[in-house]
T-cell receptor, first 109, second 117 residues
């Protein structure tokens, strides 16, 4: 069975400091990994996906199959990055997406 | 482009009652997924509907059931409500071709918050 683990419930960093939100997954097949974000009083939305290999709002994430990880990184945190971040794994022939428990990122001014 | 809308936004029920939650998918989308999000947890997959048929189900009992209509809107029904059913229920729509997602991206509604007393 597939599983997504986000070990940190809360991550507090100062503005301008680097950010790394950890995500590990377990799945025996070929995974599709995503990061979703939920800003205060907004709906859950896609931040980025591993297959696009793009940087969104300064965030990047690299899929490491050897370590089964998909950590989200940003070199310099901004106050507007404060939000709830969920790592997600899509598997199978249909569209079931398994979410982690989420990490709340708090950027301190 | 119209986003995903859900109704009602909040509701309170008592144990043993039944509830129906509704979702209108984003225009152009043909697939609807339902998720349950308990407090402090990530969304948990309940089931998905593609072209009016169930297209996958998570670990939820049969008292959780659903429907999808020809216009791709959807309902989630929960019978014999239990206290643990108290949660935010999220609907997400996406576009699929032949049951496989075009992009993998889910577009979420704002959710229906259910409280069971």
């Amino acid at each position: 069975a597939q599983r997504v683990t986000q070990p940190e419930k809360l991550l507090s960093v100062f503005k301008g400091a680097p950010v790394e939100l950890k995500c590990n997954y377990s799945y025996s097949g070929s995974p599709e990994l995503f990061w979703y974000v939920q800003y205060s009083r907004q709906r859950l939305q896609l931040l980025l996906r591993h297959i696009s290999r793009e940087s969104i709002k300064g965030f990047t994430a690299d899929l490491n199959k050897g370590e089964t990880s998909f950590h989200l990184k940003k070199p310099f945190a901004q106050e507007e990055d404060s939000a709830m971040y969920y790592c997600a794994l899509r598997t199978g022939g249909y569209q079931k997406v398994t979410f982690g428990t989420g990490t709340k990122l708090q950027v301190i001014p | 482009e119209t986003g995903v809308t859900q109704s009602p936004t909040h509701l309170i029920k008592t144990r043993g009652q039944q509830v129906t939650l509704r979702c209108s998918s984003q225009s152009g989308h043909n697939t609807v997924s339902w998720y349950q999000q308990a407090l402090g947890q990530g969304p948990q997959f309940i089931f998905q509907y593609y072209r009016e048929e169930e297209n996958g189900r998570g670990n939820f009992p049969p008292r959780f059931s659903g429907l999808q209509f020809p216009n791709y809107s959807s309902e989630l029904n929960v019978n014999a409500l239990e206290l643990d059913d108290s949660a935010l229920y999220l609907c997400a729509s996406s576009l699929a071709i032949g049951r496989a997602s075009v992009s993998g991206e889910l577009f979420f509604g704002e959710g229906s918050r259910l409280t069971v007393l």
